[in-house]
């Protein structure tokens, strides 16, 4: 028969914080992510997600002064390799016209911080593919797209506002753009992944280095925190937070329907406490752990993973160990990790 009598659960004690680092694309310019497999979700220790782009300002114009050849860059604010970053604004920024007709700019923000419009390859028409003849050019993979200029007459003259492009997905990058959703674990097949964060549209492949040519998404940055875990010394009764079905019916002439719903259940367990008031797994209720129960103490795997708000409900009998019915609230069911 087989038992847990040799089970043990162990509940996120610490954080160890990681500096905001470049995550790692998967291939499908989607999904990203890093060198760690859990993040921490711990109020004041969540992750902070900080693709490069802009955040404030940086609104492309017309020029001021009224001169050719040139338009005008308000001040913004941009996230760069994960740093909110401020950027003067830049007047009378210069645009070449091209010899032959037509050409596009990408005016950027470098990883200096500074304003540059870089020049595509010009053409007699325009193109919409980045890096061909008349179309706008990549730009490094540190640097951000702010707006595109398109000129279409070597002939000095005022730009104009239809010659602006600040179109944000296709001509200006903004850090929010497009949206994402963070994957605080990753585990497929048993196997627990790295954790990173889900976008909800493939990232444009608008940027490269300059040969040899090979388009790349943004940059995507993170700055989380990694928990530490401890062993809650005595405990029992564990039951991880899975999801149930239940099946309603209607009753109609002739026939009976039928249809099915499924909810998600709090995980449960007991813990068994010294004096219920100064016990480490105490000070940790109200809080959004990771939790982990392994079936045998002495294997590493397999075991299941859970992360939701701790809560305690706790016993003084006066003759019996003082306890704690210990509820987890998860947003997700209890994932199994059955191999390293």
Same mark, same amino acid.
């Not at 401020?86 to 200096?112: F, G, M, W």
């Not at 752990?289 to 859970?306: A, C, G, Q, V």
């Given at each position: 028969?087989?038992?847990?009598?040799?089970?043990?659960?162990?509940?996120?004690?610490?954080?160890?914080?990681?500096?905001?680092?470049?995550?790692?694309?998967?291939?499908?310019?989607?999904?990203?992510?890093?060198?760690?497999?859990?993040?921490?979700?711990?109020?004041?220790?969540?992750?902070?997600?900080?693709?490069?782009?802009?955040?404030?300002?940086?609104?492309?114009?017309?020029?001021?002064?009224?001169?050719?050849?040139?338009?005008?860059?308000?001040?913004?604010?941009? *996230?760069?390799?994960?740093?909110? #970053?401020? &950027?003067?604004? !830049?007047? /009378?920024?210069?645009? %070449?016209?091209? @010899?032959?007709?037509?050409?596009?700019?990408?005016?950027?923000?470098?990883?200096?911080?500074?304003?540059?419009?870089?020049?595509?390859?010009?053409?007699?028409?325009?193109?919409?593919?980045?890096?061909?003849?008349?179309?706008?050019?990549?730009?490094?993979?540190?640097?951000?797209?702010?707006?595109?200029?398109?000129?279409?007459?070597?002939?000095?003259?005022?730009?104009?506002?239809?010659?602006?492009?600040?179109?944000?997905?296709?001509?200006?990058?903004?850090?929010?753009?497009?949206?994402?959703?963070?994957?605080?674990?990753?585990?497929?097949?048993?196997?627990?992944?790295?954790?990173?964060?889900?976008?909800?549209?493939?990232?444009?492949?608008?940027?490269?280095?300059?040969?040899?040519?090979?388009?790349?998404?943004?940059?995507?940055?993170?700055? *989380?925190?990694?928990?530490?875990? #401890?062993? &809650?010394?005595? !405990?029992? /009764?564990?039951?991880? %937070?899975?999801? @149930?079905?239940?099946?309603?019916?209607?009753?109609?002439?002739?026939?009976?329907?039928?249809?099915?719903?499924?909810?998600?259940?709090?995980?449960?367990?007991?813990?068994?406490?010294?004096?219920?008031?100064?016990?480490?797994?105490?000070?940790?209720?109200?809080?959004?752990?990771?939790?982990?129960?392994?079936?045998?103490?002495?294997?590493?795997?397999?075991?299941?993973?859970?992360?939701?708000?701790?809560?305690?409900?706790?016993?003084?009998?006066?003759?019996?160990?003082?306890?704690?019915?210990?509820?987890?609230?998860?947003?997700?069911?209890?994932?199994?990790?059955?191999?390293?």
């Amino acid at each position: 028969m087989a038992t847990a009598e040799n089970a043990k659960i162990q509940y996120e004690s610490g954080q160890n914080k990681v500096a905001a680092v470049a995550l790692t694309d998967q291939g499908d310019h989607l999904d990203f992510r890093s060198a760690s497999t859990l993040w921490s979700n711990v109020d004041g220790y969540t992750p902070v997600v900080t693709p490069n782009g802009l955040v404030t300002g940086g609104l492309a114009s017309i020029a001021a002064s009224g001169s050719n050849n040139v338009i005008d860059i308000a001040a913004l604010t941009c *996230y760069l390799a994960g740093v909110l #970053t401020s &950027v003067n604004a !830049s007047a /009378d920024l210069a645009i %070449a016209r091209p @010899t032959a007709t037509h050409v596009k700019y990408s005016v950027t923000v470098t990883d200096a911080g500074a304003i540059a419009a870089i020049k595509g390859t010009e053409h007699t028409a325009f193109s919409d593919t980045r890096g061909a003849a008349g179309g706008p050019p990549y730009i490094l993979p540190t640097s951000i797209e702010i707006c595109q200029v398109w000129l279409s007459s070597s002939s000095a003259g005022v730009i104009t506002a239809d010659e602006i492009k600040q179109v944000v997905g296709s001509s200006s990058e903004r850090y929010d753009y497009p949206t994402w959703e963070v994957k605080r674990s990753n585990v497929e097949n048993g196997a627990l992944g790295y954790a990173g964060v889900l976008f909800t549209s493939a990232l444009p492949l608008i940027h490269s280095e300059a040969s040899p040519v090979s388009p790349v998404p943004k940059k995507v940055y993170a700055e *989380y925190y990694t928990p530490s875990f #401890t062993d &809650v010394q005595k !405990s029992s /009764d564990f039951v991880p %937070a899975e999801e @149930t079905y239940s099946v309603s019916s209607t009753q109609i002439y002739g026939q009976t329907l039928g249809s099915s719903s499924k909810s998600l259940k709090q995980s449960t367990f007991t813990a068994y406490l010294n004096d219920g008031l100064s016990d480490a797994l105490i000070a940790q209720k109200g809080k959004n752990l990771w939790f982990k129960f392994f079936p045998s103490r002495y294997n590493s795997t397999p075991y299941m993973l859970e992360q939701g708000i701790f809560g305690v409900s706790r016993t003084f009998p006066a003759g019996d160990q003082i306890q704690a019915a210990c509820t987890i609230s998860a947003e997700e069911a209890a994932v199994e990790v059955t191999t390293t």
